[in-house]
């Protein structure tokens, strides 16, 4: 402290000082500077270490915040993703999700919910995030955001569902996709008086190919013929091993006339291939149309006994059901 005494004409006569040692408080200064730092270090090893993703944003939706993991995933530096919308991350088709979500952590603060981000290549990454709103001394209301890359599980979920409905030998649906296929499409069919048409058929003498050759060979035919249909198929239209060697047509938007010619197709492609192991085969068809009112059985029953006698009247040829 410097004092500045002056004289009755208001001239500075003297100066006096006093001194204080305030090493004490310099070193309690430094020392809360260096809990501090060594408390933001310690915040950002906590989040840097922590197996998913992990970020704050604002009020506005802005990041504040993020951990290592959030840039090496998708690919982003620092810069790019300071004072970023956590919406740009995100894919356009799960905005609409991180939307309702974020609403739902102000009302309740707390919410879960799966999003696909988006990486700088474009590429969607599958997050199941977890919000929760807390009050952040610098910017009020914040949301921290925590999510685990979930690619994996979504991986083996699909693999699930494509085993639980595809022929493991044809790569066809199996009889229960089937079912399911054909009971949505009659639905909508009934819904919009569109038409819808099926063709059911089987491999001639296919007993004698596995007898002969062997069940190898005879399995080397039915993903050849699985083949042969699916490239004579719409995108729209199903194939479905419908069991042994029987198969399944779903042809929506298709009359009796149409499905006639793309059977006919289907047949004379199979009758003109070459052959698996020197093996030719045939394949007997059975087609109908949709009649309006009918159950999934009736119409099955009329394509199934069509098939029976295309077979009985000398195979390798196509009945259309009454």
């Keep these: 402290l410097i004092m500045c005494h002056r004289d009755s004409q208001g001239n500075i006569a003297y100066l006096s000082t006093t001194a204080r040692d305030i090493s004490d408080r310099f070193k ?42 959030l840039e090496t995933t998708l690919g982003y530096n620092a810069a790019q993703l300071a004072n970023n919308e956590l919406a740009s991350l995100i894919a356009e088709d799960s905005r609409s999700e991180l939307e309702n ?30 919000g929760t709103l807390i009050e952040h001394s610098d910017t009020g209301r914040a949301v921290v955001g925590i ?51 099926i063709a059911m058929f089987d491999i001639d003498h296919f007993k004698k190919v596995n007898d002969t050759f062997g069940h190898d060979v005879g399995d080397d035919v039915l993903k050849a013929v699985a083949g042969i249909a699916k490239e004579q198929l719409r995108e729209v239209d199903i194939l479905s091993r419908w069991g042994g060697e029987e198969f399944m047509i779903i042809s929506a938007e298709t009359t009796l006339e149409q499905m006639h010619k ?26 109908g149309e949709f009649q ?31």
């Design 101 to 130: 979500t974020c609403d739902t952590i102000i009302k309740q603060g707390s919410a879960s919910v799966e999003l696909d981000f988006v990486d700088s290549e474009g590429q969607s990454i599958p997050f199941y995030i977890t």
């Design 28 to 69: 309690a200064e430094q020392a809360a500077q260096t809990a501090a730092l060594r408390e933001k270090n310690f915040a950002n090893t906590l989040i840097n270490s922590l197996p998913g993703i992990f970020y704050l944003t604002n009020a506005k939706g802005q990041l504040i915040r993020w951990n290592s993991n």
């Design 292 to 322: 309006h009112g009918e159950t999934q059985k009736q119409l099955l029953k009329r394509v199934d006994d069509a098939l029976y006698l295309a077979k009985a009247s000398g195979r390798n040829q196509l009945k259309v059901a009454s």
């Design 147 to 197: 999510g685990i890359d979930i690619s994996y599980r979504k991986k083996l979920e699909q693999e699930l569902q494509q085993r639980a409905t595809t022929d493991p030998l044809t790569g066809a649906s199996n009889r229960l996709k089937m079912e399911e296929s054909l009971e949505h499409e009659l639905n909508r069919s009934e819904r919009y008086h569109s038409p819808l048409s």
């Design 262 to 287: 793309l059977t006919e197709r289907i047949r004379l492609a199979i009758e003109n291939y070459h052959g698996v192991d020197g093996v030719k085969v045939t394949a007997s068809f059975g087609i």
